[in-house]
């Protein structure tokens, strides 16, 4: 800068920090000036029979004759302090005094610490999760997290081979949560007591079995089976997919290879060749493009939902035809079908 700054900007010295020490005069707090008047003139104004009138000209006072009254100001001060300080402060926290709820005013009561405006204490919750929109899945998944990282060491068995349980639907769990809990969360809670029923059965701890409990539903997991598809009368085979938020019904027929959805042609429906692939990728997959016939009704989501949709349902009524098929199906290749994307080499087993 062109312009030199003063002394006591540009040199940062001993006397520089002492002068802006916090116990400096120049910035520390100034007593707020009291209302009531000097301790002197309080005394003028009480023995207003010695220090005025006319009987009080021309005399003169002496030490011993003003000390008995000041002393007895002096008094009268410190018990106006004493008073008007505030009550020691309470050794046991806040969260753990109890309110004085005596309607009484005894001031010899132990129990009361002050004023009865002291006593109004603020009320803490029970769980640091009350301030979250549902404390009471906050705390659920909580408690559980916290109980898998402390077991989370036990040797366990393949899911497959884990034992069998039926968990809680989510309407059972929002009664017994009492709260509007989404299906996405609820889903975390049943991701953890899934991790948690994988630890080996003989190892499993005396805690983790008493967790899994309150989420089991009272029924017997073997006794819901899966009701088997079947051709009907009229040689149809049913099935249904979801994707995202596309739900498609498809009728299978043995045919020619003619495809409706919703009324309408594939290329109808489905502008896009990829759309139109993944609709029936499931006979592609498989070689029975031409053996077959599709009915399907979809509805919700958009183009591509519902061609993904519409895939799932294919591949369940196929293998209602023929369930010999379902290797091919997880695989998605077959033998004798030819992929571009493999260079025009044909499927193997």
Known sequence: MASKLPLSVTRLT?????????????????????????????????????????AADGIEFSEEALTPAIDELFAEEAEQNDAAAPPPSSTRPPHETELDLDDDDDPDDPDRSGPPSRNLLRIVPASPSYFT?????????????ALLRLHETLPTVPAAHAPRVAWRTLPQYRVMASEPVPAAKYHKIVAVLQRLNRIHPALTPPAVRDALAAYRREVDPFAVA???????????????????????????????????????????????????????WALKATGRV?????????????????????????????????PALKP??????????????????????
Do not use: C
């Open 14 to 54: 001993s006397r520089y920090m002492t002068s802006f020490h916090p116990l400096h005069p120049s910035i520390r707090p100034r007593p707020r000036p009291s209302t009531r008047p000097p301790l002197l003139l309080r005394f003028a104004t009480t023995h207003t029979s010695i220090t005025s009138g006319p």
């Open 290 to 322: 031409d053996r077959y016939n599709v009915w399907a009704v979809v509805r919700g989501g958009g183009l591509t939902g519902q061609a993904e949709s519409i895939t799932l349902a294919v591949a369940k009524a196929l293998l209602v035809h023929e």
């Open 133 to 145: 929109g549902k404390p009471h899945f906050t705390d659920s998944l909580l408690a559980l997290q």
């Open 328 to 349: 091919a199906l997880r695989r998605g290749e077959s033998p004798g079908v030819l992929f571009p994307w493999r260079g025009g080499r044909e499927g193997v087993e």
């Open 226 to 280: 899966r009701r088997p598809q079947r051709v009907d009368a009229e040689g149809r085979a049913f099935g249904n997919g979801r994707r995202k938020a596309s739900t498609a019904n498809v009728y299978l027929v043995e045919g020619e290879g003619e495809v409706r959805v919703n009324g309408r042609s594939l290329n109808a429906a489905f502008p896009r060749v990829h759309d139109r692939e993944s609709a029936v």
